[in-house]
């Protein structure tokens, strides 16, 4: 009966989800309405002594990364960075390779740090295009930016600044750069295979004589892009660079200054105690945050004349985006300690760790629960907030580094979160005006192959040793 109610409350958060309902609101009530069934007497301590303490936690080491990642995308949006990555992207690789140019482009960005809602918004005009004049079928459009901006440098890439590369190092005392041969391999494997599969579905759809579609029949279409005045190639990536360049360097630079732990003396009359912060477990997230501050800093100042007339509505819209991803994910995150502290969790818990390798272990749970909430963040938090010990406990009694549970962690959880119900997915095909119908059986093409390079890149370990 316990491990019952656990499924309902997760099935009812999955529902909520695809229904279109906020989780902010429902992952509480999915939490409580558990535990109400369990024992209605702990329904108020759970709620502000673990869920609330979780949810609060989450952001006060995560939304600086949220509001400055979102603040920086929508800055290269506003500067018309964006616009000219793209427009050179399809100078190199060729208004023929409509496909390369566009997973290209999404990668530059998303890796560069721009938040992959606004990479969604900001290449499907030139998406589009491409494709119309490339004569390719617009369905595929969402499997090919899903394939740039959700897979490989989402969580693969050594040095990512996607929050999915930065959650676990809080957890396993890792950088951004945890496995970076590991990460690197499985990133390969994604978009060979990924541009594999795509080129197969256009030939195929070119057989059957099925081109673009009618512009007038489809929905959301964009007015064809009639170039313009942009900036120099050289220039818009620039802040790309910097972010990624800044990453390293403080990564590398934070433990040198602050060492293992940083404490100081509050100043304020009467306060004796210290405040000591634990510097391993925030150095990756500092190094993260002064990165995209360097990346604004460089927007700023090669296109402060662009930026100036809509900084402010920009940034208030930016703000209001990370926000709401924040709060999504900490609302999932404090669901997920409410389920994780209740009898019926430990079925679930137990049938996953009868897998008897650890890293299959982990790359099974994290992906299991990112598909069962949507959410790469969110599923990834879940299963580590509940399970990291574990994990940990068992690599070690391995020999297995704390920067491969890292990779796979990071990994995993971007393989089954992209499910009908993830919030990514349906902003995508909003944007392109297509239905899940048309368009999802692409992307969950992508989402295999994505969750079967987790399992490449262990066998690699394995094989090889490699780190």
């Not at 309902?8 to 529902?15: C, G, P, Q, S, T």
């Not at 990668?107 to 589009?128: D, E, I, K, Q, R």
Request: aromatic fraction near 10%.
């Amino acid at each position: 009966m316990s491990f019952l109610i656990v499924l309902a409350a997760l099935l009812f958060l999955m529902f909520v989800a695809y229904r279109g309902y906020s989780v902010i609101l429902f992952a509480p009530v999915a939490a409580l309405g558990a535990v109400l069934l369990t024992d209605p007497s702990l329904v108020a301590p759970m709620f502000t002594g673990l869920f609330m303490d979780k949810m609060v936690g989450f952001l006060k080491l995560y939304f600086p990364v949220f509001l400055l990642g979102a603040i920086f995308g929508k800055l290269i949006e506003i500067s018309g960075f964006s616009k000219a990555i793209v427009a050179a992207t399809i100078r190199l690789f060729g208004a023929g390779r409509a496909m390369l140019s566009i997973v290209a482009v999404c990668a530059l960005l998303t890796y560069g740090g721009v938040s992959l809602f606004v990479v969604v918004f900001a290449v499907y005009p030139f998406a589009a295009e491409l494709f119309r004049q490339s004569d390719i079928p617009k369905r595929l459009i969402p499997g090919t930016i899903a394939l740039g901006a959700f897979t490989f440098t989402m969580d693969a890439l050594p040095g990512t600044p996607q929050i999915q590369n930065i959650i676990p190092t809080a957890f396993f005392g890792t950088t951004s750069w945890a496995a970076p041969v590991l990460g690197t391999i499985g990133a390969i494997f994604i978009a060979i295979v990924g541009l594999a599969y795509l080129e197969w579905r256009r030939r195929t759809a070119a057989a059957r004589g099925e081109g673009y579609g009618d512009p007038a029949t489809l929905l959301n279409e964009p007015a064809p892009y009639a170039g313009g005045a942009l900036a120099n190639p050289l220039v818009a990536i620039l802040p790309l660079v910097m972010v990624g360049v800044s990453n390293k360097l403080f990564t590398a630079l934070i433990p040198r200054v602050y060492g293992t732990s940083h404490e100081f003396m509050p100043a304020v009359m009467g306060t004796a105690t210290p405040v000591v912060q634990d510097v391993t477990k925030v150095a990756a997230i500092w190094a993260v945050e002064g990165a995209l501050l360097v990346g604004i800093a460089t927007v700023l100042l090669f296109a402060w004349k662009q930026v100036f007339s809509s900084f402010a509505d920009g940034t208030k819209t930016a703000i209001g985006g990370a926000l709401l991803a924040s709060m999504n994910t900490a609302s999932e995150y404090g669901f997920g300690a409410v389920i994780a502290a209740l009898p019926g969790f430990l079925v679930v818990a137990n049938a996953l760790g009868s897998i008897p390798n650890p890293l299959v272990n982990e790359a099974v749970t994290v992906t299991a629960l990112a598909g069962i909430t949507g959410s790469a963040s969110g599923g990834m938090s879940i299963a580590l907030a509940a399970m990291a010990e574990s994990f940990i406990a068992n690599a070690q009694a391995a020999g297995i580094p704390m920067e491969v549970l890292h990779r796979v962690a990071s990994m995993a959880s971007g393989g089954m979160d992209t499910l009908p119900h993830n919030g990514a997915v349906i902003t995508l095909l909003a944007v392109t005006g297509l239905t899940h119908r048309q368009a999802y059986k692409d992307i969950f093409a992508i989402t295999l192959i994505k969750t079967a390079a987790v399992f490449v890149v262990i066998a690699v370990f394995y094989a090889t040793g490699l780190v």
